[in-house]
């Protein structure tokens, strides 16, 4: 079992910056693939972020490439999520997520955290 919790999250204004951790405890942080993916009100959870467990190979949403970066520190056992210039349409909770495979899809993580709020005013 793998407890991931996420913290990092606030409200911003357009164009500001912030970032996510995502520390995981209970199990072999190494082993898994890391996801982030957001979930605004009245619509369905979405991808943003995901990489190997190496760390080596990312993927990103269209609609952040080139703003977000997810990375990884083993030997914390934390995965990041470095967004800047944010937009009003990147408000959202963000969630963490873990699991035995590389993808965009959630349903192939089997471990989320609770979530964090993001804001982006305009």
């Known amino acids: 079992q793998v407890q991931l919790v996420e913290s990092g999250g606030g409200l911003v204004q357009a164009g500001g910056s912030l970032r996510l951790s995502c520390a995981a405890s209970?199990?072999?942080?190494?082993?898994?693939?890391m996801g982030w993916f957001r979930q605004a009100p009245g619509k369905e959870r979405e991808f943003v972020a995901a990489?190997?467990?190496?760390?080596?190979?990312?993927n990103y949403a269209d609609s952040v490439k080139g703003r977000f970066t997810i990375s990884r520190d083993n030997a914390k056992n934390t995965v990041y999520l470095q967004m800047n210039s944010l937009k009003p349409e990147d408000t959202a909770v963000y969630y963490c997520?873990?699991?035995?495979?590389?993808?965009?899809?959630?349903?192939?993580?089997?471990?989320w955290g609770q979530g964090t709020q993001v804001t982006v005013s305009s």
């Open positions: 209970g199990h072999t942080f190494s082993n898994y693939a």
């Open positions: 990489l190997m467990w190496s760390g080596i190979i990312t």
């Open positions: 997520a873990g699991g035995s495979y590389y993808s965009t899809a959630p349903t192939q993580y089997a471990y």
